[in-house]
């Protein structure tokens, strides 16, 4: 094998290092990226039934924020933490794809 090839990639697998080729679509992947615990985003593609809250608004953790209908199926979207609601990002009626921004809390 040769190690100066610049094709090479050095891989970490638990503590041990691998010399690689990669393909172009694993270089193009999108590259995984932590969440943003302050933003609230759908999980499922829907339509927002009902908003329950309002921008500068005190909530709890497990307060409803809003409910998703996804397939005659209801959702409500709660609060993951006590804080203040910083903006709302739809309206009610809104059809919003999966990862959608939907609050921020500041």
Same mark, same amino acid.
């Given at each position: 094998? $040769? $190690?100066?090839?610049?094709? /090479?990639? %050095?891989?970490?697998?638990?503590? =041990?290092? /691998?010399?690689?080729?990669?393909?172009?679509?694993?270089?193009?992947?999108?590259?995984?990226? *932590?969440?943003?615990?302050? $933003?609230?985003?759908?999980? %499922?593609?829907?339509? !927002? %039934? @009902?908003?329950?809250? *309002? !921008?500068?608004? @005190?909530?709890? *953790?497990?307060? *409803?924020?809003?409910? +998703?209908? =996804?397939?005659?199926?209801?959702?409500?979207? $709660?609060?993951?933490?006590?804080?203040? %609601?910083?903006?709302?990002?739809? =309206?009610?009626?809104?059809?919003?794809?999966?990862?959608?921004? +939907?609050?921020?809390? @500041?």
């Amino acid at each position: 094998m $040769e $190690e100066n090839n610049p094709n /090479y990639q %050095i891989f970490v697998v638990n503590s =041990a290092r /691998y010399l690689t080729l990669t393909t172009t679509k694993y270089d193009r992947r999108k590259k995984w990226q *932590a969440l943003d615990p302050k $933003e609230v985003r759908s999980i %499922i593609p829907g339509s !927002v %039934i @009902e908003i329950f809250a *309002a !921008v500068g608004q @005190e909530m709890k *953790a497990g307060q *409803a924020i809003l409910t +998703l209908d =996804a397939m005659k199926m209801y959702t409500k979207v $709660e609060m993951p933490f006590d804080g203040v %609601i910083k903006s709302i990002d739809v =309206a009610k009626g809104d059809r919003v794809p999966k990862n959608t921004l +939907l609050v921020t809390i @500041e």
